[in-house]
């Protein structure tokens, strides 16, 4: 059975993930698109998996597991709305180093950046939101590690 705590949690990642995706292509392009959203709440999900499942893993590391996420759900969205709907959302043809005009390096790079903040994010979520030690797995609220695992 899925814990109702865990839904509200995941909810809640994906709601963080989808306004900053949103707020960050606003800043750069001016403007954004609810797919976008979407997209922003899938990847900070999977951010945040991997952050938390893997919490001994370097920072860069995250980082690039996390760009490569990214960049794998970016595609997979481009494809769906650009090519096979048609939507015309964006298009990175003339970028170098572009995959069927739906990814390319430079954001790759930038993707790479932005994991920084978000598996700090992901971090802070878990641990003070949702009161979770990341590396034990032990859900706290309020009482101190020691006192839970007496």
């Known amino acids: 059975m899925i814990k109702f705590k865990a839904v509200i949690e995941y909810i809640t990642v994906f709601m963080t993930g989808a306004v900053l995706y949103s707020l960050c ?15 922003g ?3 900070l ?3 945040y998996i991997v952050s938390n499942r893997f919490p001994n893993l370097a920072l860069w590391v ?5 760009c490569l996420t990214i960049t794998a759900i970016e595609f997979i969205i481009g494809y ?3 090519i096979k709907l048609r939507w015309n959302i964006w298009d990175y043809t003339d ?3 572009n995959i069927m005009g739906q990814v390319c390096g430079f954001y ?11 598996v700090i994010i992901c971090r802070i979520m878990k641990t003070k939101i949702f009161k979770t030690d990341i590396e034990k797995g032990i859900e ?7 006192e839970i695992q007496q």
């Open 25 to 39: 292509e606003i800043s750069w392009r001016g403007y954004t698109h609810w797919t976008m959203s979407v997209t």
């Open 41 to 43: 709440g899938v990847c």
């Open 45 to 47: 999900i999977c951010v």
């Open 62 to 66: 995250q980082c690039f597991v996390g």
């Open 80 to 82: 769906i709305v650009n």
């Open 95 to 97: 970028v170098p180093f």
């Open 108 to 118: 790759m790079a930038v993707w790479y950046i932005i994991s920084i903040p978000a």
């Open 140 to 146: 706290y609220n309020g009482e101190t590690k020691e």
